[in-house]
């Protein structure tokens, strides 16, 4: 079962605009949440972060909304540029451990 | 600083070989991951390690895959008697720590195996 869930598969933005990135996620035990960004052929790169403790953390253009009780969070670009284009993975974790949980990923296209 | 570095890049194999997949942390890092990512998939996660030690194999898919730390510092993913759906970019990360959630991961750029 997909524990982290991004039902977006892709995104168009015009430049400028907002891009808002959404995730879901079923475990409760989740306690911190990430994301990243991909370009094609390189490592996923860690974008902003927010412990569950916080429902916003907020880092130059990019700003991650948390909202617990839906178990959703959000992932808000403004002003969008097309250097943002890339897939955003969201990724959780939580318990006794570290490891990350990701989501399917969303394709992001900012056109200028 | 140099980044987590991972080799080789490409691997194309035959059904049946064994591969070696080597993974340089960022140094300093005592926490290392390997991950996968399946064709339309998500990141999945393989074996961490703390240290030499393995305390978290879960993500481990079967018997034939096996993994190892030497010196606190490079590891290495070994894949046995290789079949298609192995085929995957499997990707490295390193953290300063483990245990708090806090100790951001960064990955190195993948390898991508091709099983025929």
């Known amino acids: 079962d997909q524990q982290v869930k991004q039902n977006s598969p892709s995104l168009s933005v015009q430049e400028g605009r907002i891009s808002i990135l959404n995730c879901d996620y079923t475990?409760?035990?989740?306690?911190?949440f990430l994301w990243y960004k991909k370009y094609p052929a390189e490592g996923p790169t860690f974008l902003i972060s927010?412990?569950?403790?916080?429902d916003k953390n907020e880092d130059g253009r990019f700003t991650v909304f948390l909202n617990k009780s839906a178990k959703h969070l959000s992932l808000h670009i403004v002003p969008s540029q097309p250097g943002d284009s890339a897939v955003y993975f969201c990724?959780?974790?939580?318990?006794?451990?570290?490891?990350?949980?990701f989501g399917t990923g969303t394709l992001l296209a900012v056109q200028p | 600083g140099a980044g987590v570095s991972q080799s080789p890049s490409n691997k194309v194999t035959e059904k049946g070989k064994d591969v070696e997949l080597r993974c340089d942390p960022i140094s300093g890092h005592t926490a290392l991951y390997w991950y996968r990512q399946s064709l339309g998939q998500g990141l999945e996660f393989l074996i961490y390690f703390q240290g030499n030690s393995a305390p978290d194999k879960s993500g481990l898919p079967s018997d034939r895959f096996s993994a190892e730390r030497t010196g606190g510092s490079v590891s290495t993913l070994t894949i046995q008697r290789t079949q298609q759906e192995d085929s995957a970019v499997y990707l490295c990360?390193?953290?300063?720590?483990?245990?708090?959630?806090?100790?951001?991961?960064?990955f190195g750029p993948g390898t991508r195996l091709t099983v025929l």
């Open positions: 990360a390193s953290s300063l720590a483990y245990g708090l959630a806090e100790y951001t991961q960064y």
């Open positions: 990724a959780a974790t939580g318990g006794a451990t570290n490891k990350l949980i």
């Open positions: 927010i412990s569950s403790i916080k």
């Open positions: 475990n409760s035990m989740f306690d911190y």
